[in-house]
């Protein structure tokens, strides 16, 4: 059984008899993602559906969204959602996703602190890098006195900090919520610092931040020293030729820079991650993650993830020589981090790739 369901009241019958089977995964009725323009259950998207995703929310106005945002749709959406995976009611979006899985239990829907125990921040459009795998780039533009906004005029995306309240208030959020910033850059996010320390003083005790790190953050530094921030970092390359090939500009050095600063913060072991996407004929060659390894250990980092281009999946399943080739790599990343004791990880992509037979 999954941790999400580990502070969920279990109700047994009065006979002993065996709990009710349903599917359900680790996102559906225990996350909650904000995007751009939409709202979801899911912040990876389902690799068998060209990366689906069962929406709340969609087509969003940025210009009023914080005074519409609406506590009660999301509460009775998870609810109905909850009710429905119990009678094997399968949100189309999830179909074939290899996320699904099969669980025993009773569900108690009555106590709102129970429903959401992750929340990402996914909703800004704005970034520093032009990792050539990713699109939130491509609205940004840089103004002469080096900072970033929207290429258009209009506002792109909306408030977090009045919502965030609003689901403290409501208890969707508890200290034991682990909150996640992606983006985009979240750095260049201009509520990012506000909320971040907001979240600090309120007590959560685990905050991930996805960050390409060209921009150092006081604030995230602070958090990994208090041991509640994680902070992921995509470096996607061994060499600073490949890094630049795949991020679109030239920070290696300014990226390992920052990487040992963090590391230093760090009050427990492993806060600091490095995250390789392999995105194919770029960086996908045992040698270049060979050397990204090898440049992490020596830069004191412990916990090193291996993920996918998401655009493999935008014509269905790869080809066979791509499987292979992304299983040979797989099992050398395992193999060789194990070796250096170094922590490693999978991401969603990644595991449905090595799933195929």
């Excluded at 921030?229 to 920070?251: C, R, Y």
């Excluded at 830069?299 to 080809?319: A, Q, S």
Aim: net charge positive; charged share 25%.
């Amino acid at each position: 059984m999954f941790k999400y369901f580990n502070n969920l009241k279990i109700k047994q019958n009065s006979d002993n008899s065996a709990d009710k089977q349903f599917v359900s995964c680790e996102a559906l009725n225990s996350r909650l993602v904000f995007f751009g323009k939409k709202i979801a259950f899911c912040s990876n998207g389902n690799p068998a559906q060209n990366r689906a995703y069962p929406i709340i929310y969609d087509n969003i106005n940025p210009n009023n969204f914080e005074k519409t945002f609406d506590i009660n749709k999301i509460i009775n959406f998870i609810r109905t959602n909850r009710k429905n995976l119990e009678n094997g009611i399968i949100p189309a979006s999830c179909e074939g996703c290899n996320n699904l899985d099969s669980y025993h239990y009773h569900s108690d829907i009555t106590n709102l602190k129970n429903f959401i125990e992750y929340i990402q921040f996914s909703d800004w459009g704005l970034c520093n890098s032009k990792c050539i795998y990713c699109n939130a780039w491509t609205n940004t533009k840089q103004l002469p006195s080096g900072e970033y906004t929207t290429k258009n005029a209009e506002k792109d995306t909306y408030l977090i900090l009045p919502i965030i309240k609003q689901l403290v208030n409501n208890e969707v959020i508890t200290k034991d919520t682990t909150i996640d910033f992606a983006g985009g850059e979240p750095t260049l996010y201009c509520q990012f610092e506000e909320a971040l320390k907001y979240f600090i003083k309120f007590g959560i005790k685990n905050i991930l931040v996805f960050s390409n790190i060209i921009k150092y953050s006081p604030i995230i530094a602070e958090g990994i020293k208090k041991g509640i921030i994680t902070l992921i970092v995509s470096v996607d390359a061994g060499t600073k030729e490949v890094h630049q090939k795949v991020k679109g500009v030239e920070s290696y050095d300014i990226v390992y820079k920052n990487l040992k600063q963090y590391v230093l913060c760090e009050k427990n072991k492993g806060q600091v991650e490095s995250k390789y996407v392999i995105v194919p004929e770029i960086n996908d060659s045992i040698e270049e993650i060979s050397f990204w390894i090898d440049k992490s250990k020596e830069t004191g980092i412990n916990k090193l993830i291996l993920n996918l281009d998401n655009r493999v999946f935008e014509h269905g399943t790869p080809n066979i020589e791509l499987v292979k080739k992304i299983k040979t790599l797989t099992d050398f990343f395992i193999e060789k981090t194990s070796k250096l004791n170094i922590e490693n990880a999978l991401y969603s992509n990644i595991k449905f790739i090595n799933q195929i037979k």
